[in-house]
């Protein structure tokens, strides 16, 4: 798609549209999709769209910043491009393009473990920019702790430890559609790539795509790509709280913890010594009928009573909901899908419009609430108050 064509996306929807296009139905689902009847999938949405703001009127609002502090630095807005795995089978080394995205845009990059980019080929492509590294816990956890020294080598600022994810959840759209990978080249996936000639001259161009950080790990029953197909099944279900300190003494530097949605979660965390937890459910992909992480975040800030950052992620699609996030008390929110549906549609060009998008109706939504600074987003400007405990 040209550069001119990708300004013709006006919304995070536009560019799902143009990803759905491009990309074959099986590679589409496996982004797009949820858990089972992909309830929280919806909910998370549904939760940010219930959130009504109260704007303030005849401020000066000629000029907004809308830089502000994420786990101690600065960064140019309170949104960061969250851990996707296996972008790579949507567009070649997706990750870089993600990551090369948020750089222009001055916010950090969360890595996958599952990503189709290595540790190091990140850090060789946005030198000096802020990288998160996230780490599974893989049943080998020699290896997990291998990845995170390399993430310590390449320079990486925080590890961020995803917890909600003992097992994979059930997604049914891949199930379906019986997207696997290695491709499967049954007559109907082929009819499907073919339909698709610019995704398919891309990847026959660049290769099959690799999870390339789980080079060398020993799946038994599982190619090191076969983890695609069969999320968790490399995960460690044992993962509990002393391993978590374990990891937390072997890395010894800025940690975080992804797929929060309780207090008392929360609470062990602070005594943990966790910088920041991030309140999420996977985008809706693990736990079908789990609370919308929207509805849940007042109860983990409660609880976290300002000892650590609290982020926030699923559903945002607009930048009006980074509003909303932030006036019911979260420091940040991250993206999976909106960046995802970008870089799907056209590589980088799209994933910075992504950020773009984003970023106006961020700045815009603020000026339209008279908030003149992320301080000014402020718990008066919603009509309820959260239901804090
Ligand atoms: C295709 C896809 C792959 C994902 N892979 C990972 C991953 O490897 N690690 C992780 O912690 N979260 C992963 N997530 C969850 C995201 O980090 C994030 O929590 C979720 O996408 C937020 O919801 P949103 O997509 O509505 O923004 C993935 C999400 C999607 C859609």
């Known amino acids: 798609m040209s550069i001119y064509g990708i300004k013709r996306a006006f ?46 009127v005849l401020r000066d609002v000629s000029h907004v910043e809308t830089a502000c502090s994420v786990l101690g630095a600065r960064s140019a807005m309170p949104l960061l491009i969250g851990p996707t795995g296996a972008v790579g089978f949507g ?90 990978v290695p491709f499967r080249w049954t007559p109907r996936n082929l009819a499907g790539f073919a339909r698709k000639p610019a995704w398919a001259l891309a990847q026959l161009w660049a290769g099959q795509p690799q999870l390339e950080n789980l080079l060398g790990l020993e799946a038994p029953k599982t190619s090191t790509s076969g983890i695609v197909s069969s999320v968790g099944r490399n995960y460690d279900a044992s993962f509990d709280w002393d391993a978590l300190a374990r990891i937390r003494d072997a890395w010894g530097g800025k940690l975080v913890v992804k797929g929060v949605v309780r207090d008392d979660d929360t609470e062990r965390l602070v005594r943990l010594g966790c910088d920041a937890v991030v309140v999420s459910n996977h985008g809706g992909r693990q736990l079908d009928g789990g609370i919308a992480t929207m509805d849940a975040l007042p109860e983990v800030l409660s609880a976290a009573a300002g000892r650590l950052e609290v982020m926030v992620d699923g559903g945002v699609r607009r930048g009006v909901d980074i509003v909303r996030a932030l006036a019911v008390g979260a420091q940040a929110v991250l993206v999976g899908r909106a960046t995802l549906y970008g870089v799907c549609a056209a590589g980088l060009p799209g994933a910075s419009r992504a950020l773009e998008i984003l970023s106006d109706e961020l700045n815009r939504s603020m000026r339209l609430c008279g908030a003149r600074n992320i301080a000014e987003i402020t718990p008066d400007l919603l009509c309820q108050a959260p239901a804090l405990r």
């Open 11 to 56: 919304s995070i929807e536009d560019l799902r549209i143009r990803a759905r296009r491009r990309l074959p139905r099986g590679v589409f689902d496996l982004y797009d999709g949820g858990a089972e009847d992909e309830l929280t999938l919806r909910e998370n949405r549904a939760a940010f769209e219930r959130i009504r703001l109260r704007p303030r």
């Open 91 to 180: 567009w070649p080394h997706g990750e870089v393009a993600l990551a090369r995205a948020a750089q222009q845009f001055g916010i950090p990059f969360v890595l996958s473990t599952s990503a189709t980019s290595s540790i190091e080929r990140i850090a060789q492509a946005v030198p000096g920019h802020r990288l998160w590294f996230q780490a599974y816990i893989l049943k080998d956890n020699a290896f997990t702790l291998r990845l995170i020294e390399r993430a310590r080598q390449a320079g990486y600022e925080a590890v961020m430890i995803t917890v909600d994810l003992p097992v994979g959840g059930k997604r049914e759209r891949d199930l379906r559609n019986d997207f696997s």
